[in-house]
């Protein structure tokens, strides 16, 4: 609908008329609680104008009706035609999110801009037709990759939807990978699962660690979640609990009331979300959003995926003696500790480019077998030559990582693999802000590996 149609379609109150209701609204929305959710802006028919999320409705709604709002030229005749407005408490923002997709999907209404201009907006795509569906954020629901699947949305954020698929994921452990995974298929038995199952957001079905019927109904429990079902999803949670537990399948059980609890805690996420995971964070802060630096970082490597795992590779000697390597592992953002490994070096002494090479093989032997995913970014700490001799070693695989890149110190170069000149980024890029902390947090944790090897030797001799 154009703006001259949205015009036109009523003469609207007077000037006085207007302040009056604006005022009288004003007083009732003050009156709202400071809760997240949802809000539908009514004129005086009751037809529903526009619908929107909040994480204070409040706060939200009340400024609708300040003298100085201003809405923009598209939205702005919005406030000439609201009588009243209706709000839907949510226990998140993320759920918010989620109730303003579906009203906004069931009743169309003609001042939200998605319905009015053609931009893309993200969708949730469940695959159900998979043997174990993945969960997947898209801007192209048509995409062949989704045929048959259950579709959510559109959703005005892309951010948003991210993070609600991160709070579901943590309860219903279901996988966001694009893994090919056939139910009954040999190989599963042989593959290492990511991240995600480490730290308890996927069961790992790629690694057979899970029927595909208990994943189903995991599956199915997500998608009544979705549908705020959610007293019906803790009600049969609780039965199937007990029952599990009746019939002595404790590890069902357990499994259960993990879920059962996750939903009933729910509330308390914006507390403890971070005390949720098990984060040993001993690096300088880089950056006062993860987040930020992540999606900056995507965009420079130009990498379609959001990005969640970074490893990075350093090596560290004196002289040749006690020649060690390091990995580190960065989810999210954040050091991952468990997933840190040292390697002393055997096929070099005094050679940086062969240690890296002895640590790429031994480190992603099984990913570049197909038995493991590797992460979205391997970052070694060196320019050109460092780089080249990583990817001498990766092209001994027959699979190959996503992108590897390189982190040159003094000029803070990025060399990107297949790009015969490095980028420069402002000293304040987020992206690169968050490249170094891995390269330096590398650097300390190698440095600390061979220093304990020379204390050693030297109390040997």
């Given amino acids: 609908m154009s703006d001259d149609q949205i015009n036109a379609d009523s003469t609207g109150p ?25 809000y539908l802006m009514k004129d005086p028919s009751g037809e529903v104008l526009y619908v929107g999320k909040a994480s204070s409705l409040r706060d939200r709604v009340s400024s609708y009706f300040l003298p100085s709002t201003d809405l923009g030229p598209r939205k702005q005749p919005l406030l000439a035609k609201i009588d009243s407005f209706e709000i839907i408490e949510t226990i998140a923002e993320w759920e918010a999110l989620l109730a303003e997709a579906r009203l906004i999907k069931d009743l169309r209404p003609r001042f939200n801009v998605m319905l009015t201009d053609d931009k893309s907006y993200p969708y949730l795509a469940v695959t159900t037709r998979d043997d174990f569906p993945g969960v997947f954020v898209t801007r192209d629901p048509a995409d062949p990759r989704y045929r048959g699947a259950r579709i959510f949305g559109p959703f005005t954020s892309g951010r948003d939807i991210r993070e609600a698929v991160d709070v579901m994921q943590r309860i219903f452990r279901f996988r966001t990978c694009h893994l090919d995974i056939k139910d009954g298929d040999k190989a599963n038995t042989h593959f290492r699962p990511c991240l995600l199952h480490a730290i308890r957001q996927c069961t790992a079905p790629c690694a057979d660690r899970i029927s595909s019927e208990s994943y189903a109904a995991d599956i199915q429990r997500l998608l009544r979640f979705i549908g705020s079902k959610r007293s019906a999803v803790i009600r049969d949670l609780r039965a199937q609990m007990q029952e599990a537990a009746a019939g002595q399948r404790y590890e069902q059980a ?114 570049g077998r197909g038995r493991e995913r590797f992460p979205d970014v391997i970052l070694i700490d060196g320019g050109q030559g460092q780089l080249n001799a990583a990817l001498a070693a990766f092209g001994a695989f027959p699979q190959q990582p996503p992108i590897v890149v390189g ?14 000149v490095p980028l420069r980024l402002g000293r304040e890029n987020p992206g690169l802000k968050l490249c170094q902390a891995i390269r330096d947090e590398a650097h ?18």
Avoid at 15 to 22: C, I, K, Q, W
Avoid at 277 to 298: G, K, M, Y
């Fill in 14 to 38: 007077t000037g006085g008329e207007r302040d009056a209701a604006r005022s009288r609204l004003h007083a009732e929305a003050r009156q709202l609680p400071q809760t997240p959710g949802v």
């Fill in 254 to 367: 357990a499994a259960l009331r993990d879920q059962l609890r996750s939903i009933e805690r729910l509330g308390e996420r914006a507390a403890n979300q971070e005390d949720a995971r098990a984060w040993q964070p001993e690096v300088t802060v880089f950056a006062t959003d993860p987040s930020a630096a992540l999606r900056s970082l995507q965009r420079t490597l130009s990498l379609e995926e959001p990005l969640r795992c970074i490893e990075a590779i350093d090596i560290a000697h004196l002289a040749g003696n006690e020649t060690v390597g390091a990995k580190v592992c960065f989810l999210d953002g954040k050091p991952f500790k468990d997933q840190y490994r040292r390697y002393r070096i055997t096929t070099a002494s005094n050679d940086d480019y062969a240690s890296i090479r002895e640590v790429v093989s031994r480190r992603y032997a099984d990913a």
């Fill in 407 to 420: 982190l040159a110190k003094k000029e803070e170069l990025i060399w990107i693999q297949d790009r015969p």
């Fill in 444 to 461: 300390r944790f190698a440095q600390a590996y061979h220093h304990l090897l020379r204390s050693k030797r030297l109390l040997e001799e």
